[in-house]
């Protein structure tokens, strides 16, 4: 499915952290990144019930918070749905779980190429004209959630805006600017479109950002297939076959 809509201006985007040190430093973040509930739930409160407590009215009390459920290569990520629980219980709300990622796409350790070319997809319910606050424990490029902004979109849903804890891009905005769009078509017209399946306005702050230190389409699509060959050899490195 292609990406047709990005963010919406409107979207109010939050963070607690800039780096992914204050996460990482947590004694519970690796068993909870590896599916430990438990672990999961001490991090969060540990890291972020004061900060959630602080976002208190920032979204109407009819929001429904959800999270991409992404799977990690050492197992289910157990840190972005109990980050779910926490906004429903410390900012009121609702949960939602029916929405989930298909497939695996071992963005962690992966450079921004092999992330915008590993793009999730998503099914589930979505209700329409319901406004929908994403939820995430670590964001970098913001491909993830605008893959799952579109995916609610698409199906008449609204997004609200969206909750991490760490906001590791170098850009925290998650719009780009519409100067960088605009230089965008006119060096490589429809090709960000035919190569990656995003339309340009679409894309976030940070893969625009990137894709404009490209001088050409043919650039772009020798990148690409270089960091294809990347991702086979990182994932083959930690036992995983694609």
Partial sequence: MDRIYGFPDSAKNFHLFEDDEGIKAHKEYKAAKQGDAKAAVTLVWDLASEYLHKL???????????????????????????????CVILMGGYGEDDIVQVERVYHTGADPMERMSLRPSFE???????????VDDVTNMGGTLAELANYIILNGGEVAGSVVLCNAGRCKEFVPEK???????????????????????????NEANYLIGFRSPDEIRNRLAKAKKETVKRLRSKGIQR
Avoid: C, W
């Fill in 56 to 86: 208190t009215g920032e979204f109407h009390e009819d929001v429904v918070y959800v999270s991409p459920f992404a799977r990690e290569a050492g197992g289910d990520n157990a840190i972005p749905p109990m980050l779910v629980t926490a």
């Fill in 124 to 134: 589930g319910a979505v209700i329409k004209g319901q406004s929908y606050v994403l």
């Fill in 179 to 205: 100067r960088v769009v605009k230089l965008l078509g006119e060096r490589f017209g429809d090709e960000v479109k035919n190569i990656f399946g995003i339309r340009k306005e679409a894309l976030t702050a």
